[in-house]
């Protein structure tokens, strides 16, 4: 499969951990992007990557959070001192820069889905 | 954070029939994207419109980029029951990190 692929697919931790989530991208995507899902609505969008230098982030995105991408393939998202807020679905999606940058398809991963209890 | 307008929220349709769902925005987007999500799974890319008046098909799913370029809509010809899933419109600029917007999703059960 050369699917967009993500780890772990469940977290369940307690208030107060860490969390770190892995993103794999479709190889040779250069566009990676972090998204997040809370029940019955859209993703929305958390932080961008091309190659390796991270380029926008959402206002969603606390000091909690920090995500890298260090040699330009996989992706981490790490939540510190997670809040039951934080409970949601955290997908990741990577795209190639097409010429002229008019055309980008995003390609969506399974998802992590993290429970804070 | 800004999000489309996307309706209707719920569909509960027999199967065979068709189906129309739409979206629309107060910003103009230039690319509009419409996927779909089964639960547990994330969002699969079923068609991506780049110009505005296009329309294009991908088998029984057809749908269009709106002339003022601030709507959409889904059609889907014959339903079956592997379309059930929350259908979800996205709205993309060329500017910048060219991040999706996503509308609330529409919420398909078809009745055997």
């Known amino acids: 499969d050369t699917g967009v692929s993500q780890d772990p697919r469940h977290k369940i931790t307690k208030r107060g951990q860490n969390v770190t989530f892995r993103c794999d991208p479709i190889?040779?995507?250069?566009?990676l992007y972090w998204y997040r899902q809370t029940l019955g609505q859209g993703p929305e969008f958390l932080t961008y990557?091309?190659?390796?230098?991270?380029?926008?982030k959402s206002r969603l995105l606390s000091d909690r959070f920090s995500a890298e991408r260090p040699k330009g393939s996989f992706s981490t998202l790490e939540i510190q001192r997670t809040e039951q807020g934080d409970s949601a679905m955290y997908l990741c999606?990577?795209?190639?820069?097409?010429?002229?940058?008019?055309?980008?398809?995003?390609?969506f991963g399974p998802g992590t889905r993290l429970t804070v209890l | 954070g800004q999000q489309l307008n996307q309706s209707p929220q719920s569909m509960f349709i027999q199967e065979g029939e068709d189906v129309s769902m739409n979206c629309t925005s107060s910003s103009i987007f230039n690319t509009w994207l419409w996927y779909k999500q089964d639960p547990g799974e994330g969002p699969v890319l079923l068609i991506a419109?780049?110009?505005?008046?296009e329309l294009t098909s991908n088998g029984r799913l057809t749908a269009q980029f709106g002339i003022t370029r601030k709507d959409s809509f889904l059609n889907i010809s014959a339903s079956i029951p592997s379309d059930v899933g929350i259908y979800f419109c996205?709205?993309?600029?060329?500017?910048?990190?060219?991040?999706?917007?996503f509308g609330q999703g529409t919420r398909l059960t078809i009745n055997p």
């Open positions: 996205a709205g993309q600029t060329i500017q910048g990190a060219q991040k999706l917007v």
């Open positions: 990557f091309q190659n390796e230098a991270q380029l926008e």
């Open positions: 419109l780049y110009k505005a008046g």
């Open positions: 190889s040779e995507h250069n566009r």
């Open positions: 999606a990577s795209s190639l820069e097409s010429t002229g940058g008019l055309r980008n398809e995003q390609f």
